[in-house]
């Protein structure tokens, strides 16, 4: 069975940092695309980052977090990492990695881990 446990969420100033984890289960980890994903209130979930799951890794970001957020991937923990740096109150979301395939069918979402960014 898929399964992901996202950590590492809390409550941060405004320019202040947070490195996420992300362990995913049940599945063969370096087949897949990772990506981190985030959902504001009243807003629909929305793709932040994504990684190859390679030997050299190809990094994709949202334009909103391009340059002060970073992927990273440990195949052998089978955790993908998401170090944000320079957060902003927008920032301010549940955070959640899933495998892009899954992901774009909406599928195997874990809890979440929430960032909240105080102004």
């Known amino acids: 069975q898929v399964k992901f446990v996202e950590s590492g969420g809390g409550s941060v100033q405004t320019g202040g940092s947070l490195r996420l984890s992300c362990v995913g289960s049940?599945?063969?980890?370096?087949?897949?695309?990772m990506g981190w994903y985030r959902q504001a209130p009243g807003k629909e979930r929305e793709e932040i980052a994504k990684i190859t799951t390679t030997d050299n890794p190809v990094r994709v970001y949202a334009d909103s977090v391009q340059g002060r957020f970073v992927i990273s991937t440990d195949n052998r923990r089978r955790t993908v990492y998401l170090q944000m740096d320079s957060l902003k109150p927008e920032d301010s979301a549940v955070y959640y990695c899933n495998a892009v395939e899954w992901a774009r069918r909406d599928i195997d979402w874990g809890q979440g881990t929430q960032v909240t960014v105080l102004s």
């Open positions: 049940g599945f063969r980890y370096t087949d897949y695309v």
